[in-house]
C-alpha cells in the first residue's frame, strides 16, 4: 500500500504537468506530419535498382555450371548485380562492410549432393537489415531451385538424361506497391519519432527522482516508515506508466488518423516500445542518482538523445552505415528500438529481433543496478 500510494501521488504529479503531458504527445505527431510530407518523394522509389550479390562458385560439377549459367544470365542481370568472389572470407568480409546485399555461396559437394541425391544446398548470407533486398534474392534462386528439383525428382523416376536448362522468361515484371515492403515517409517518422520521443521520457525519471528522492521531501520521507524498496519502485511505476500511456496515443492517432502501417503484429511492437519506455526510466533514474544535480543530468540526457537519434538514423537513413558505425548504433536504444520494429512490421530476421530485445534488457538491467548502487552510496 506504501509503494501504491508513491506511485498513485507520483502519477498524479506527472499528469498535473500539462505542459510536458503535451509537448511529449504533440511533438512526435507534429514532426511525423512535417517529416513525413515533406520527405515522401525520398522513400518512394520510381525504379528498384538491381541488388548487389557477392557469388562464390566452388563447385565444379554440373549442377553448379547449371547454376553459374543462370544466375550470370542477362534476364537475372537485370534484377541481381551479380559479382563474383574468389574467397569466402573476403567475400563475407565485403557483406559485412555492406558492399552486397547477400552472398550466394555454391558449396563443393554441390554437385554431387543434387544428382542424383537431390540433397545439396545452396548457401545464402544475408545482411541482417536490407530484408527487402534478402526478399528478392530469395525469389530469384527460389525460380532455379524449382526448377532443379524437377530435373532430379524426373531422374529418380528412371527417366535418362535429365538436363537442366534455364530458359527464361520466369521472372515476370509487374507494378507492386511498396507499403507492406518498406516503410514510406509517414511509416518510417512515425517509428524514429516515437522512439526519439519515449527517449525523452527519461526526463520523467530524472527530474522526478530528484524532487522526490533526492531534495527535502526525499529525505522527509526517508525518515519515514517507507522502505527504500517501496519508494524506489513506487516512483519509476508512475513514470513509466506515464510515458507509456503517451504512446498508446501516439499509436493510435498515428494509425488512425495517419494511417501507419504499424504491421500484423502489434502485441510484439507494444512489448518492444514498453521494453524501451523501461530502458528510458531506467536510463533518466540512473543519470539522476549517479548526477545528483538537476542542471547536470537534465543536461547529460539532452545532449544523449538527440546523438542517439541521429545516430540510429531517426532524422534521415543512413544506407551504409560502415562497420565502426554499425558497431556504434548497436549502443543506441533508438537503434535496438526502430530496428526490431521496423522488423516486426516488415518481415525482419525473427533472431536479430530477439536478439536487440535482449540487448534492451541487458541495458535496462545494467542502467537500474548503477542507479541502485549510487542511490545506496548517498545513503551511506
Not at 544446398?121 to 545482411?127: E, F, G, I, K, W
Not at 524449382?146 to 530435373?151: K, L, Q, R
Not at 533518466?284 to 543536461?299: C, F, K, L, P, S
Amino acid at each position: 500500500m506504501r509503494m501504491l500510494t508513491i506511485f498513485y501521488f507520483a502519477l498524479a504529479r506527472n499528469f498535473r504537468d500539462t505542459s510536458s503531458l503535451l509537448q511529449m504527445t504533440l511533438l512526435p505527431l507534429l514532426l511525423i506530419l512535417i517529416l513525413g510530407t515533406a520527405l515522401n518523394s525520398f522513400f518512394q522509389p520510381e525504379s528498384l535498382e538491381p541488388v548487389a550479390v557477392g557469388y562464390l562458385n566452388e563447385d565444379r560439377g554440373q549442377a553448379g555450371a547449371y547454376f553459374e549459367r543462370f544466375i550470370l544470365s542477362d534476364e537475372v542481370k537485370e534484377i541481381l548485380a551479380v559479382r563474383p568472389e574468389h574467397s569466402l572470407e573476403e567475400a563475407l568480409s565485403k557483406l559485412r562492410e555492406g558492399e552486397y546485399a547477400a552472398l550466394v555461396h555454391v558449396p563443393e559437394d554441390f554437385s554431387s549432393g543434387m544428382l542424383p541425391a537431390g540433397k545439396a544446398a545452396l548457401r545464402v548470407t544475408v545482411a541482417p537489415n536490407l530484408a527487402m533486398e534478402a526478399s528478392i534474392v530469395g525469389n530469384v534462386l527460389d525460380s532455379f531451385i524449382h526448377g532443379a528439383n524437377a530435373a532430379v525428382a524426373l531422374q529418380q523416376l528412371g527417366t535418362t538424361e535429365v538436363l537442366y536448362s534455364y530458359g527464361g522468361a520466369a521472372i515476370v515484371e509487374q507494378p507492386l506497391a511498396a507499403s507492406g515492403v518498406m516503410p514510406g515517409a509517414m511509416d518510417y517518422y512515425a517509428v524514429t519519432m516515437l522512439v526519439m520521443i519515449i527517449m525523452y521520457g527519461s526526463l520523467y525519471a530524472c527530474y522526478g527522482m530528484r524532487e522526490s528522492y533526492l531534495d527535502a521531501v526525499g529525505r522527509r520521507i526517508k525518515g519515514s516508515p517507507v522502505r527504500g524498496a517501496e519508494h524506489y519502485a513506487g516512483l519509476v511505476l508512475a513514470n513509466v506508466v506515464t510515458v507509456f500511456l503517451q504512446l498508446l496515443l501516439v499509436l493510435a492517432i498515428t494509425g488512425l488518423v495517419y494511417k501507419v502501417n504499424w504491421g500484423d503484429n502489434l502485441p510484439l511492437i507494444l512489448l518492444i516500445a514498453f521494453s524501451l519506455v523501461l530502458l528510458s526510466i531506467s536510463l533518466g533514474t540512473m543519470v539522476a542518482m549517479v548526477a545528483r544535480n538537476e542542471m547536470v543530468a537534465g543536461g547529460v540526457l539532452n545532449i544523449f538523445i538527440p546523438v542517439s537519434t541521429f545516430i540510429a538514423g531517426g532524422y534521415f537513413k543512413i544506407a551504409s552505415p560502415g562497420p565502426v558505425f554499425n558497431a556504434l548504433q548497436h549502443l543506441s536504444p533508438n537503434y535496438l528500438a526502430q530496428t526490431a520494429i521496423f522488423n516486426t512490421i516488415y518481415g525482419g530476421p525473427v533472431t536479430q529481433t530477439a536478439f536487440l530485445l535482449g540487448l534492451m534488457v541487458l541495458f535496462i538491467l545494467v542502467t537500474f543496478a548503477i542507479a541502485m548502487v549510487a542511490e545506496r552510496r548517498r545513503l551511506a
